[in-house]
């Protein structure tokens, strides 16, 4: 039985394609903390973070477990974070997820939605105490804020990676 030549060749291309998108809009989320904003107490949600967990939930094969350390990296060294806070406390998250799925007997949009007020607010502290220990302040009611804002921009970002995926499945 012969093969076409451009079979495996286009497989493999359709198939980055379907990768990359999850990938970039992840990066993209990264890269709007560039935008200048001049702000007495953060007030930034962690964008790329909210992307990588609407993904997360959405598609749960997208991601391997290990796939926390890139992006918390890239996190890490456009944010401004202790390098390495991301990479941590972006694991940690995962491994908790997916420890949280396989014990789960179901799953609802409102108990994503509690599990990644947990993971967003877990990360937020997290950083804030990692930052403390390497000489920043230690001052919780200035998150609060960006808690909030995080928590209520979650399902605007769960849609736009909804958009983003039925855009994917598509092409």
């Known amino acids: 039985m012969s093969r076409l030549r451009g079979a495996d060749e286009n497989l493999a291309l359709v198939r ?3 990768s990359l998108i999850p990938a970039a809009s992840v990066i993209a989320g990264s890269l709007l903390c560039l935008i ?3 702000a007495q107490a953060p007030v ?5 973070l909210m992307v990588f967990l609407a ?18 990296l890239f996190d890490d060294l456009l944010s401004g974070n202790p390098l ?11 491994l908790a997820l997916d420890i949280a799925e396989n014990r789960a007997m179901w799953r609802d949009y409102w ?5 990644a007020t947990a993971a967003l607010t877990f990360y937020i ?12 302040g230690w001052l919780i009611v200035p998150l609060l804020p960006q ?4 928590i209520l921009l979650f399902p605007l970002v769960l849609r736009l990676c909804a958009r983003l995926d039925q855009r994917r499945l598509m092409l």
């Open 147 to 150: 808690i909030a804002a995080t």
């Open 55 to 72: 993904w997360r939930f959405l598609r749960p094969e997208v991601w391997p477990i290990w796939a926390g350390l890139p992006f918390g």
């Open 84 to 94: 390495g806070s991301g990479m941590l406390l972006w694991t940690i998250i995962l």
């Open 111 to 115: 108990i994503d939605w509690f599990a």
């Open 44 to 48: 930034m949600p962690p964008l790329a």
């Open 36 to 38: 200048p904003l001049v």
């Open 125 to 136: 502290m997290g950083a804030m105490v990692l930052n403390a220990l390497t000489g920043g």
């Open 16 to 18: 980055a394609q379907l």
